[in-house]
């Protein structure tokens, strides 16, 4: 079974959810075990998961502690966007991933998921 990663805290909005389960992992991010959200292919697309309205980007830190948006190259079997790198996405949703990002970087849960996240993934 496969889903989307969800991030911490977002398991309790999708409790009673009725395009999507809730399952976990197998592993552990940022010291809590991680959890999937795989839906029926039918979801609202208003009650999307985090992971899935920041698709196809993910967030790389690189050696000295900053951060850049890569395109995520897990997203190549599925988003036809990837063959033409992150200059074919729309600058507005670029900025709005990076603020998106921005933002859970203040939050220390999140933060140390999306550290974690991106040293288990290695994209």
Known sequence: TT???????????????????VIPAGFSLGGQDAQLLV????????????ACRLFPLFLKFKEDGTTKLRMDVRAR??????????????????????????????????AAYLRELDEAFSL
């Open 3 to 21: 889903g989307m990663l969800l991030f911490p805290g977002e398991a309790a909005c999708y409790e009673d959810c009725a395009f999507a389960r």
């Open 39 to 50: 839906c029926d292919g039918t979801c609202d697309r208003a009650n999307r998961p985090l």
């Open 77 to 110: 079997a599925v988003c036809p966007l990837t063959d033409y790198g992150i200059k074919a996405l729309d600058p507005d949703f670029k900025q709005a991933a990076r603020a998106a990002y921005d933002l859970l970087l203040e939050e220390d849960v999140c």
